[in-house]
């Protein structure tokens, strides 16, 4: 049986503009391990989200998907860019399921919370009737860390401050018990401490329900806090990956670097914090050579001409960059 639960295999997806085509996301390869929480970071409008969307079919028509995503059941594996619109949506829940970017526009300001966590399993099919599923989303939201879950079942979103409801969303994702968590930036717009706190607790849920997780992220310490592997990503390529202690104690690719010194630290002047030059070039365009190019302080003039492989430092670490194969760093 395999280890992998995901896998993307030579992802792309394009937007529909005009008459053509935009790549967002450029041949993308991600291995997603049973019991593993995989970061993916990347400053915003490297394809991130794009990539996570595309795991739960819910790019707009407008978006062109090609590659494979396979999704390794218990008894056989399917392509999931071959099912059926019907065929996702029943295994969004039960089997995948995401936490969205922000908890207050995901959650219906009209609904109460309890009503709206307990939709999900009335939808799936999941419960036999009403006061079961209140039973169990009192439980749950009990597990999340809200407190007087019985008496938090009745609020409003407009009730919660931003930490409870990411709690709520929390509570949400994993009320159908799925083997795949999806957490898109989730702790954006919360202060460190609350921050903190959403951290533990998606390690602690990962944890008891044995239940793997991808992170989307611009934030190398939510990386470093939570996850087990990183994907870093730019232009809607993977640069590097490896396992997160390796890729903190030796970052390789230029772009990783920028990402890792730009990490404020205690005693930094923040007159004089560290940046990586230069901006993200626009979605959808196509370099002729390496995508970091132009923001790259190193002078290796093929960079701009030609794409780099991926260069295998170690067995979990893993480059696409032309200085570190100058360097001679190949394993």
């Not at 009730?159 to 930036?185: H, N």
């Not at 239940?211 to 934030?219: L, P, R, V």
Request: negative net charge; hydrophobic residues 35%; aromatic residues 6%.
């Amino acid at each position: 049986m395999s280890d992998i639960l995901l896998e993307l295999k030579d992802l792309k997806v394009s937007v529909r503009k005009d008459k053509s085509y935009l790549p967002i996301v450029k041949g993308v390869d991600i291995a997603v391990p049973k019991g593993e929480i995989v970061g993916l970071v990347g400053e915003s409008g490297c394809g991130k989200s794009m990539s996570a969307k595309s795991i739960m079919g819910l790019l707009p028509s407008s978006a062109r998907v090609e590659g494979s995503i396979f999704w390794h059941g218990k008894d056989e594996t399917t392509d999931l860019t071959g099912l059926k619109e019907k065929e996702l949506r029943k295994m969004c829940g039960p089997e995948i399921s995401m936490i969205f970017q922000e908890p207050m526009t995901s959650l219906n300001p009209m609904m109460r919370i309890g009503d709206q966590v307990a939709e999900v399993l009335l939808v799936h099919k999941l419960v036999k009737n009403r006061n079961e599923a209140r039973e169990k989303v009192i439980c749950l939201l009990s597990e999340v860390g809200i407190s007087e879950p019985e008496l938090r079942y009745r609020s409003y979103p407009h009730e919660f401050s931003g930490g409870m409801r990411q709690r709520v969303m929390i509570a949400m994702a994993m009320i159908c018990e799925p083997k795949l968590l999806i957490a898109d930036e989730p702790t954006t717009a919360l202060d460190v401490t609350i921050e903190a706190q959403i951290l533990k607790l998606i390690r602690q849920m990962c944890t008891s329900h044995n239940m793997s997780a991808i992170i989307i992220t611009h934030n190398m310490r939510v990386v470093s806090q939570l996850c087990d592997s990183v994907y870093v990503m730019y232009m809607g390529r993977i640069m590097e990956r490896s396992s997160v202690r390796e890729l903190f104690e030796n970052p390789l690719h230029p772009y990783t670097k920028g990402l890792l010194s730009s990490i404020p630290k205690i005693g930094d002047n923040p007159e004089y914090l560290s940046t990586i030059p230069g901006n993200i070039p626009e979605a959808g365009k196509e370099a002729v050579g390496c995508e970091f190019c132009l923001r790259c302080s190193d002078d290796e003039r093929k960079c701009f001409f030609e794409r780099p492989g991926e260069t295998k430092i170690s067995e979990d670490h893993f480059v696409s960059c032309f200085c570190v194969e100058r360097e001679g760093r190949i394993s």
